[in-house]
């Protein structure tokens, strides 16, 4: 297995630093409140979450956005067939979701495109990109098998692909397949949250006061997020000795200053900002009865979706994912904690309540996701869009990447180039992986991408050198 990269160890009461996080973040350490973000309320009956809306809580003074702005994201059109096909929707899919039961090895499954033109283009292997699971999949055998792939016949923004057919191995059964389309279809007015990749990051490197500061000892400090009163689905934090990231040696500062990772002209997108339809998180006939719950944060994962590289409408490649968890995989969510695109922009990921904290809650417990399988309490996703086996992420994707691992391991006090004895607190799953860890360092699997996964070697110093 894979180990995290090491050089000559330094005193082991030199840890990642909070306040080295912070000062890359560009926020005072005892100032991190004032950069939260705005509170999100529960969703309303259209189903989009409108910024600005009051909630419940102590008064921290004023937790407000730096500007709101209003924009039309267009709804998610989808279209399920059952069989192999041909299918026609009433609309061009921009992505294909499929699920079966049987074989899923060499040879199959299939898909080939029809063209404005009416033909029918060549057939292409469909291969599982991400492996993302829940820690308790379903036990149905044969087993069911779940990918999204991408139907986009042009390189624009709109589909213009007119449907598909699909093949599958012999011994294939069940097959069901939703085309999905997330630019054409009717679209919502939406006020949404101006708010910075600085100002969001910086509410999560403050949560290592949250996790220092034992409930009830009336210490000083910053107080706990905005938060609005949670609903009954919600279940409390189990009990559980998870133990920390191991004192691992980390990397000296350099003798050269080293260049210091910048935040400016990164865009952060709340889920009202890329569009996430709040109505399927709710509605009980997705995912549930899987509750959602909160354990400490020990580990980060850094996946790739292995959707389109020089995507021209990655918002709209987010919102396709959401579905393709939400509903046809059945997780009640989107299974990252975070997302970043090829320009670098970061996208909140899975809801973790109605506080002004991204993927966590306000006592700096992490919202269980579903992008490891039997490994996801305490483990955050951060996952690249694209597909990185060919090529590395791109230079502003890369920054923002190194932006939002130097405030998880700030706020969880790991070691960036460390290992943790990983221990999943719901199941009692163990595994000894790096601190910042591959997708392939949990399971045989592909992701992030071998060009990734070769540059996280260097990502990891880069982050360690930032936050000394």
Same mark, same amino acid.
Not at 351 to 373: E, I, L, N
């Given at each position: ?20 996080? @912070? ?27 409108? /910024? ?94 779940? @990918? ?50 600085? /100002? ?255 540059? @996280? ?10 936050? @000394?």
């Amino acid at each position: 297995m894979p180990t995290a990269d090491r050089s000559a160890p330094v005193p082991p009461t030199t840890m990642i630093s909070r306040r080295g996080a @912070l000062r890359v973040l560009g926020v005072g350490a005892g100032g991190w409140t004032a950069a939260m973000l705005v509170a999100a309320p529960p969703a309303h009956a259209g189903g989009i979450v409108p /910024a600005g809306v009051a909630v419940d809580g102590p008064d921290l003074g004023a937790l407000v956005p730096e500007a709101e702005t209003v924009v039309d994201i267009p709804r998610t059109l989808t279209a399920t067939s059952v069989g192999l096909g041909p299918a026609s929707p009433v609309f061009p899919p921009s992505f294909v979701a499929v699920r079966w039961c049987g074989p899923a090895g060499p040879g199959g499954p299939r898909i080939r495109l029809r063209r404005p033109d009416g033909a029918f283009g060549a057939w292409c292997p469909l291969s599982v990109g991400c492996p993302a699971e829940r820690d308790d999949p379903s036990t149905t055998v044969p087993p069911v098998h779940a @990918l999204l792939a991408t139907a986009r016949t042009g390189s624009g923004r709109t589909p213009t692909t007119r449907g598909y057919e699909l093949w599958m191995p012999p011994g294939a059964t069940g097959v069901v397949s939703t085309a999905l389309n997330t630019t054409s279809g009717p679209c919502q007015r939406v006020r949404v949250p101006t708010v910075s990749v600085r /100002a969001a990051l910086s509410a999560v490197a403050g949560l290592a006061h949250a996790l220092e500061t034992p409930a009830g000892t009336g210490r000083s400090g910053p107080g706990p997020a905005r938060t609005a009163p949670r609903t009954a689905q919600r279940s409390p934090l189990s009990a559980g000795d998870v133990p920390g990231a191991t004192a691992g040696p980390l990397v000296p500062a350099p003798t050269a200053a080293a260049p210091t990772p910048s935040a400016l002209g990164l865009r952060y997108l709340p889920r009202a900002a890329w569009g996430a339809d709040e109505s399927l998180r709710l509605n009980p006939a997705t995912g549930q009865p899987w509750r959602t719950t909160y354990y400490p944060g020990q580990v980060v994962t850094v996946h790739h979706t292995v959707t389109p590289n020089d995507d021209p409408d990655p918002a709209g490649t987010v919102r396709a994912i959401y579905h393709f968890h939400t509903v046809d995989r059945g997780w009640a969510d989107i299974g990252y904690h975070f997302l970043i695109d090829e320009q670098g922009t970061l996208y909140e990921g899975r809801w973790s309540g109605s506080d002004t904290v991204p993927a966590h809650r306000p006592d700096g417990q992490v919202v269980t996701g579903a992008h490891v399988g039997g490994y996801n309490a305490g483990n955050l996703g951060v996952a690249l869009l694209g597909d990185l086996r060919p090529r590395p992420p791109s230079a502003a994707a890369r920054r923002s990447l190194v932006l939002v691992l130097l405030a998880l391991t700030g706020a969880h006090r790991l070691n960036p180039v460390g290992t943790v004895d990983y221990v999943n607190a719901a199941s009692g799953a163990r595994r000894r992986v790096p601190a910042i860890s591959g997708h392939r360092d949990w399971m045989a699997t592909e992701c992030p991408g071998g060009a990734a996964y070769s540059a @996280l070697a260097r990502i990891r110093l880069d982050v360690a050198r930032a936050s @000394l």
